[in-house]
């Protein structure tokens, strides 16, 4: 339960709230859509899902959103799965990323980082230049709208042009990081059957160089589709015969053609994290993303044209897609390619210093082990620029808020603290930053606008000051138009409508609280559940990870086949560290003082480590899986695994229990 009257950690002052976008928006939506005058945030949301075609209608007025051809209507069906949205409209959503070279041709729309952390910029003129190139250049290649367009590449400017231009010419965009190996690609791209396919010869990380050539040969004899491979020499070597070279094909100074295509024509595929079986193939359309992007970055992140957006990800996460939108507002993205703590644990500060970010995004799991490590960021940087840290990834615990508030605070900042939520199935938050509301320890500030958030118990009722389901029960733009490969959409409709009919469950627990903020605590297919008391692992992760002497925890809730419950809590200890009678004792009390009695671990097991999906999301389903009995093979897809081994112990554990 929520405490009722607890003080907020921050409150933006008049000056930000008169300025922020979404006031201005508010102001004019008010004029023009009958939208609620008074009431500030609040009431702008309950109109955004009570009134959601005069809303979304505001939102491609006031963003300018160009439609080659317009609407018949706003909504057709609007059924879930199936919604219609802005039906016979036609657009580009590339066309709206790159307007701003129309004005300010000379300024930097990327800013590109390596290791050595000195930003290099690419003008409003030359992205446009080069998006134009490579576009002309795939279209002489046959690319046709529909086709696949695939990326193995890191965080660089190339694979922000090589999107672009996939969207320019109507085609469909997807890609991985070049740190996931063959299998884990190939589980990926030979779903959607590619014809072109963008690589590097390699990368850098941690200071070193890691080769990727043998495993690009392996991609490109087992994607039969490919008309062509391009060749990006990041570490300097030659194409291997046949490749196309990048510079050739971004060469010529050509105008870039936008293929007008139906607003829910596919604008890229995003791949769930496939813990078991192959990752779902999630298709996202070109309409859907821009309107939910340009909502969400130029209205809850208050992005503009004088600011400089900088987000820790990779080209496999759905954040590298939603900073690449940055462009939509017509804001400097930062791309960082690199290790998130070389050549120290504060060096995404750094870049965020270096680059003179006014948003800057990062995990949740950073902030704390920056915490634990002892950084001093507004101290040690100049982070004088910087209005917001935002968080996504898993929860922020209370102490990440705190301490980072109080980081800040030291050096004189007003910082707005965003903890953000919501998945690569819409590609978008659900929940999170809001420039006009205050800022409570360990919460999200408040449903995002156009997103009808609700806490459900099993039964379908509504929940406020109590853990429940999360789910929608109106459509958003960006939902997924369909999964790749699911003609009938069995697949979409068992992954989030099978729960409640006609309704989206994620399978995340929350909060909504009394105040209209909103409390994550973990996906709700892994909860622990003690005696009809249903706790988030995150709560547990974050009290058993404050002890210095655990690097990192796993909890589980095992339903045995006896109806017994058998919770173990497995830890990774630092360095050093001993799980002797003292530190059990320790962990037992920690949580039954700040938790809950109930959910003090049955057992506590060292383990060798914690196994990470590829982009570093504890595994705890799979685990779970294996832990009751599910044989190895089906319990986990081990090409979505960051260290397999790590899973024969756990294996062998559950060999042992049996």
């Given at each position: 339960m929520t405490s009722a009257h607890p003080s907020p950690l921050w409150r933006p002052d008049e000056d930000r709230i008169a300025q922020a976008r979404i006031t201005a928006f508010q102001s004019w939506a008010a004029e023009r859509h009958q939208a609620p005058a008074e009431g500030g945030y609040p009431a702008l949301h309950r109109w955004s899902v009570a009134e959601p075609e005069a809303f979304w209608t505001a939102v491609t007025e006031w963003f300018d959103v160009r439609?080659?051809?317009?609407?018949?209507?706003?909504?057709?069906?609007?059924?879930?799965p199936g919604a219609q949205w802005f039906p016979g409209s036609r657009l580009n959503y590339a066309e709206h990323a790159l307007r701003a070279a129309a004005t300010r041709p000379d300024e930097p729309a990327l800013l590109a980082v390596d290791e050595t952390q000195v930003p290099r910029p690419v003008t409003w003129a030359e992205l446009r230049r080069q998006v134009g190139s490579l576009a002309a250049e795939l279209r002489a290649l046959g690319v046709r709208p529909g086709d696949r367009v695939s990326g193995y590449l890191p965080n660089i400017p190339q694979a922000a042009v090589a999107f672009l231009a996939t969207a320019a010419v109507g085609a469909v965009w997807t890609s991985c990081a070049p740190d996931f190996g063959a299998r884990s690609v190939l589980d990926r791209f030979q779903q959607v059957e590619p014809v072109v396919l963008f690589t590097v010869d390699g990368y850098r990380y941690g200071g070193k160089e890691h080769d990727r050539r043998e495993t690009v040969a392996e991609l490109r004899r087992e994607l039969p589709t490919l008309r062509a491979l391009v060749h990006i020499p990041l570490l300097g070597t030659d194409a291997p015969e046949g490749a196309l070279d990048w510079a050739a094909l971004t060469a010529a100074d050509t105008e870039p053609e936008f293929e007008q295509v139906p607003f829910e024509h596919p604008l890229w595929v995003l791949y769930s994290s496939g813990t078991t079986g192959l990752p779902k193939a999630i298709v996202q359309s070109q309409g859907g993303i821009l309107l939910e992007h340009l909502k969400q970055l130029g209205l809850h992140c208050?992005?503009?044209?004088?600011?400089?957006?900088?987000?820790?990800?990779?080209?496999?996460?759905?954040?590298?897609?939603?900073?690449?939108?940055?462009?939509?507002?017509?804001?400097?993205?930062?791309?960082?390619?690199?290790?998130?703590?070389?050549?120290?644990?504060?060096?995404?500060?750094?870049?965020?210093?270096?680059?003179?970010?006014?948003?800057?995004?990062?995990?949740?799991?950073?902030?704390?082990?920056?915490?634990?490590?002892?950084?001093?960021?507004a101290r040690d940087h100049d982070l004088s620029r910087v209005k917001c840290v935002a968080t996504t990834g898993s929860p922020l615990p209370p102490d990440g808020f705190r301490w980072l508030h109080d980081e800040f605070a030291d050096s004189g900042a007003?910082?707005?603290?965003?903890?953000?939520?919501?998945?690569?199935?819409?590609?978008?938050?659900?929940?999170?930053?809001?420039?006009?509301?205050?800022?409570?320890?360990?919460?999200?500030?408040?449903p995002c606008l156009g997103t009808?958030?609700?806490?459900?118990d099993p039964n379908g009722d509504p929940l406020v000051d109590e853990v429940g389901e999360l789910v929608v029960t109106n459509p958003m733009p960006s939902m997924p138009v369909r999964f790749w490969n699911d003609p009938d959409g069995s697949r979409y409709r068992d992954s989030y409508f099978s729960v409640y009919p006609g309704v989206w469950r994620h399978g995340d627990w929350i909060t909504l609280t009394s105040r209209g903020s909103v409390i994550i605590h973990g996906r709700s297919d892994s909860t622990l559940n003690r005696q009809g008391v249903r706790m988030g692992s995150a709560d547990i992760y974050?009290?058993?990870?404050?002890?210095?002497?655990?690097?990192?925890?796993?909890v589980l809730g095992i339903e045995q086949p006896d109806g017994g419950y058998w919770m173990p809590l497995f830890v990774h200890l630092a360095p050093g560290a001993e799980l002797?009678?003292?530190?059990?004792?320790?962990?037992?009390?920690?949580?039954?003082?700040?938790l809950s009695p109930r959910h003090v671990p049955d057992e506590i097991i060292e383990v060798p480590g914690v196994p990470h999906t590829l982009t570093g999301k504890r595994i705890e389903v799979p685990v779970k899986r294996l832990l009751q009995g599910t044989p190895l093979e089906k319990a986990v897809n081990p090409g979505s695994i960051d260290n397999l081994d790590l899973l024969h112990f756990y294996e062998e554990l559950a060999r042992k229990r049996a």
């Open positions: 439609f080659s051809t317009p609407p018949t209507r706003v909504l057709g069906d609007r059924a879930m208050d992005l503009g044209p004088e600011d400089v957006f900088f987000w820790y990800t990779s080209t496999g996460w759905m954040m590298w897609n939603f900073l690449v939108s940055g462009l939509l507002t017509g804001t400097t993205i930062v791309l960082y390619d690199g290790s998130p703590g070389h050549p120290a644990v504060d060096a995404q500060w750094q870049i965020a210093a270096r680059t003179g970010a006014t948003l800057y995004g990062t995990s949740a799991a950073y902030v704390m082990a920056c915490r634990k490590a002892g950084a001093h960021p007003d910082l707005w603290i965003a903890s953000v939520s919501g998945g690569t199935d819409v590609c978008s938050c659900f929940a999170g930053a809001v420039p006009t509301l205050p800022v409570y320890i360990g919460e999200l500030q408040a009808d958030l609700r806490s459900w974050e009290v058993v990870e404050r002890l210095p002497e655990i690097r990192e925890s796993l002797d009678e003292a530190l059990l004792d320790r962990v037992k009390r920690a949580i039954r003082e700040q």
